[in-house]
């Protein structure tokens, strides 16, 4: 979908219907009102929605722009939908993850979005093959192959770099509602509270394991990785669509023999063909680890997947 005339079109038509008396975006059933008592914000994607819902708490109406199930790198935005970013009132983004909601909110919301990049500098993305070249105790932020200048955007599969969003948001719901601005802290504070739980989880659930590669359907995990002195073999490099080669394949199935993978993992929303293929040459099964770009239609939530997450490394590294 061309989306570079409609976000102008709406937005004249969005500040006319606001002039005539508050009208807000479209919800998720279709149905319409304004709310004065609630912020109303749009989520890029999963993880998004997932901290503004618990730090905004009953002060905040949340849209996520992705449907459950749906592939968050493909977004394409429907009329309604570039409506619901021009009339928000906070667009909580991660620019780059989603070029047409980068152009919507560069077109319609720039002055109300909050870009989850500009937080923390984001690591390079690796381009497949061993994210980091010196190892398993080499520096997250020393990658090996990077596509181009890239950027990895899979920053919440970190929970302390969440957390840390999770602080700024704040800030900035505090900025669009200063009345609540208290309430917003103390949520951010108990959320943070959680995810540093969830982060001493993995840190010992992955302390001592006989492994510690780990073979990705595409190189999603390099935050994660990063964290847990761990090391991803991505068959695909950053993104999911891309088809690996049969060289790549062939590379990959070799360094997996090597590393003695018991387990190759695919994703939920995406197709397991080639971890499947990898897996029959070598002998190994596969599995689901879930890099969270979306909540899978079986529900649970961040915290819940993560912690299927680890489980599903503890098996499959062998970890004691």
């Keep these: 979908m061309n989306i570079r005339s409609a976000p102008r079109t709406l937005a004249v038509a969005a500040t006319a219907l606001l002039a005539l008396g508050g009208v807000t975006a479209c919800s998720d ?13 749009v989520a890029a994607f999963y993880p998004l929605q997932f901290l503004a819902e618990r730090i905004g708490g009953d002060a905040v109406k949340v849209s996520n722009l992705v449907k459950p199930g749906a592939e968050p790198h493909d977004l394409e935005l429907n009329p309604g939908q570039v409506g619901q970013v021009a009339e928000a009132e906070l667009v909580v983004l991660l620019k780059g993850f989603q070029p047409a ?31 980091h070249e010196g190892g398993e105790h080499a520096h997250p932020e020393e990658p090996g192959h990077e596509e181009g200048g890239a950027k990895d955007p899979h920053l919440w599969l970190d929970p302390t770099r969440l957390a840390t969003v999770g602080d700024k948001l704040a800030e900035r ?21 959680e995810l540093e739980k969830l982060d001493a989880e993995f840190t010992a659930g992955l ?32 993104s999911p669509d891309n088809e690996p080669s ?33 897996a029959a040459e070598v002998g ?8 969270l770009e979306g909540l899978s239609t079986g529900g649970g939530d961040y915290l819940s997947v993560m912690r299927t997450n680890l489980a599903t490394l503890r098996t499959a590294l062998s970890c004691s």
């Excluded at 995990?221 to 991803?232: A, N, V």
């Excluded at 199935?253 to 063909?273: C, M």
Aim: hydrophobic share 40%; aromatic share 6%.
């Design 29 to 41: 059933d279709g149905t319409t009102g304004a709310d004065p008592q609630r912020v109303d914000v």
């Design 101 to 131: 909601l980068d152009e919507a909110v560069e077109q319609n919301a720039k002055e109300r979005a909050f870009d989850v990049s500009t937080v923390q500098p984001l690591l390079d993305a690796a381009a497949g093959g061993h994210d």
């Design 173 to 193: 719901l505090g900025r669009a509602d200063p009345d609540r601005a208290a309430d917003y802290t103390t949520r951010a504070k108990a959320l943070r509270v």
């Design 207 to 238: 302390k001592t394991c006989q492994r510690r590669e780990i073979v990705v359907s595409h190189t999603a995990f390099g935050y994660l990785t990063g964290r847990y002195q761990l090391e991803q073999i991505g068959i695909t490099g950053l």
């Design 246 to 278: 049969p060289q790549r394949l062939a590379q990959v199935a070799q360094e997996a023999r090597e590393h003695k993978a018991t387990t190759i993992f695919f994703e939920t929303l995406v197709s397991p063909k080639v971890a499947e293929t990898i």
């Design 284 to 291: 190994a099964k596969t599995a689901v680890l879930d890099p």
